[in-house]
């Protein structure tokens, strides 16, 4: 037989082999697909209100347009999570609630968390017979997904709520209980979160320090309250958020690839309960796909700014309103417009930051934000700032309280850039740092965060909160401790509203850093 019909048949035996292996996984996929359609479980979208916010309109003809998104965490106890919760089997309540907000350029997102104390008007819900309830006023937040007592508890119901609310106009909503939360957590080797101190109540047991937490002590984590932080839901939304950032940057790092993916998806499927229109595996990997591009620098978290009334919580006004509008808009929290184009534009009602054009080298430079007030939010209003003018490479640094005035470091090298910088800071002082590796900014008392002059090294102690009462579900109300002040102060051309600056952390903050607002 000659050589060149052995390589012919070698290229043959080649080639059945590869086709064997591409069917292989190709039938492979099509069968973890179905496996991930069987999982997931949808609800009934007859129960989504009639009359709802508009749907966003394209900026142009094939533009992209924003997204929000309804994630719920349900603490109850049927189908099992009793076993990771403790308690009897029931129906539980949506004792967490973001809305994440997605801009239209994909790249940036806002995670608002609705405390579930919150007293709103839960509007006409269905319920599991087909009839409507009539709306009822000064409702607490999480009893909106117990209306009508369902298995699942009523996220339309919920999300019929948040629409009511904030006039946006919801397009997915996400339910997770305790064991999806466990599994997610597993499925991704675990996920770095920091505790604030010993925990040993109510069967709950952790350690102080930062760490790594999955099944149980991340379920653990996640629900705590008592004797642990400030022991407030406040303080509790606030590790929520750390711990989703955490999630985030874990699974970045990974890479989007399908080892990364496919068992996240398969551990998250199990137990999750979604809209139809994220019904199919297919569906969940079109939207995974469509936001895989948001770093975490461009993920900003924001509890909707609030004060205690008695044993609830009121959301502050305008400061509340004017975080809703901001969002309708589409627009950043300090009233820039993505404009879906992948670049911030200015907003038409902002002010201009001072300053020549950034080159692409100031823009990249490193700029290092250290709050040196100890006011929460503080650094991560300067951080908007800064990216209003177009820096990119922005690190939020540990608090250092102490600092009168705002004083701004840098290398040689990097005057430039801090040339910038400095003039978005009015009045801070700039001083020469030979060997520093990034543009410092150390924000003093004298830093003006959304146009209100910060002074809290000088400001007398606020009151403290009412003791808090008991909920509607048994627990106990609002913890005691300093509530953010009942006074809205809304900035002028297109700067951060107070309520909305103090309640604030950017995804890529340290997590052992504002883990409690008191």
């Known amino acids: 037989m000659g050589s060149s ?9 080649a080639i059945g082999l590869a086709a064997v292996l591409v069917l292989s996984v190709v039938g492979a996929g099509a069968w973890f697909y179905h496996r991930l359609d069987s999982n997931i479980t949808t609800f009934d979208a007859g129960g989504v209100a009639t009359e709802r916010p508009p ?9 992209s347009v924003p997204v929000n998104v309804l994630l719920l965490g349900s603490d109850t106890r049927d189908d099992g999570n009793n076993a990771l919760g403790g308690g009897d089997e029931g129906v539980g309540h949506s004792d967490t609630a973001i809305v994440l907000h997605i801009y239209a350029d994909h790249k940036h997102a806002v995670g608002v968390s609705i405390p579930r104390d919150t007293l709103v008007t839960v509007p006409s819900c269905r319920l599991p017979s087909g009839a409507w309830t009539t709306a009822k006023n000064d409702q607490m937040f999480n009893s909106a997904f117990t209306v009508g007592d369902a298995p699942k508890g009523n996220p339309a119901c919920t999300q019929n709520t948040v629409e009511k609310l904030t006039g946006l106009r919801i397009d997915h909503t996400v339910v997770v209980d305790f064991k999806g ?14 505790v604030p101190n010993d925990v040993n109540e109510y069967g709950i047991h952790l350690k102080k320090g930062l ?7 991340a379920v653990d984590y996640l629900r705590a309250r008592h004797g642990i932080g400030d022991n407030s839901d406040v303080g509790r939304m606030k590790r929520q958020q750390a711990f989703l950032s955490s999630m985030i940057k874990k699974v970045q790092g990974q890479g989007f690839s399908l080892p990364t993916l496919l068992p996240l998806a398969d551990a998250a499927t199990k137990s999750l309960t979604v809209d139809e229109g994220l019904g199919t595996a297919m569906k969940l990997v079109d939207f995974a796909r469509s936001v895989q ?31 809703w509008k901001l969002l309708r808009e589409d627009r950043t929290l300090d009233g820039q417009s993505t404009a879906g184009t992948g670049q911030v534009t200015s907003s038409p009602t902002a002010t201009p930051a001072a300053g020549t054009p950034l080159t692409p080298e100031q823009a990249a430079a490193p700029i290092t934000v250290v709050n040196g007030v100890g006011t929460p939010g503080l650094a991560g209003s300067a951080e908007q700032t800064l990216k209003g003018r177009g820096f990119l490479n922005i ?6 309280p102490g600092h009168q005035a705002t004083r701004i470091a840098y290398d040689p090298a990097l005057k430039a850039t801090a040339d910038q910088v ?4 009015p009045g801070a002082q700039a001083a020469e740092e030979p060997g520093s590796e990034a543009v410092t900014v150390t924000l003093g008392a004298d830093y003006r965060s959304a146009g209100t002059q910060i002074n809290a090294l000088s400001s007398p102690s606020p009151s403290p909160s009412p003791t808090p009462g008991t909920a509607a579900d048994g627990t106990p109300g609002a913890a005691p401790g300093t509530a953010p002040s009942t006074a809205p102060s809304t900035a002028p051309n297109g700067g951060i509203p107070t309520g909305i600056a103090e309640n604030t952390r950017n995804a890529d903050t340290d997590p052992c850093a504002n883990l409690t607002f008191g």
Request: with cysteine; proline share 6%.
């Open 5 to 13: 019909t052995r390589r012919r048949r070698y290229l043959r035996t």
């Open 55 to 63: 749907a966003p309109v394209p900026a142009s003809p094939g533009a």
């Open 181 to 194: 939360a466990a599994a997610m957590a597993d499925a991704v080797g675990g996920v770095e979160a920091c």
């Open 211 to 217: 760490q790594k937490l999955s099944g149980q002590s």
């Open 293 to 323: 591009d948001i770093k975490l620098s461009d993920v900003t978290f924001v509890t909707a700014p609030w004060r205690y009334a008695g044993d609830r919580i009121r959301l502050v006004q305008p400061d509340a309103d004017t975080l």
């Open 395 to 400: 690190t939020l640094g540990s608090n250092a």
């Open 422 to 425: 400095v003039a978005l800071f």
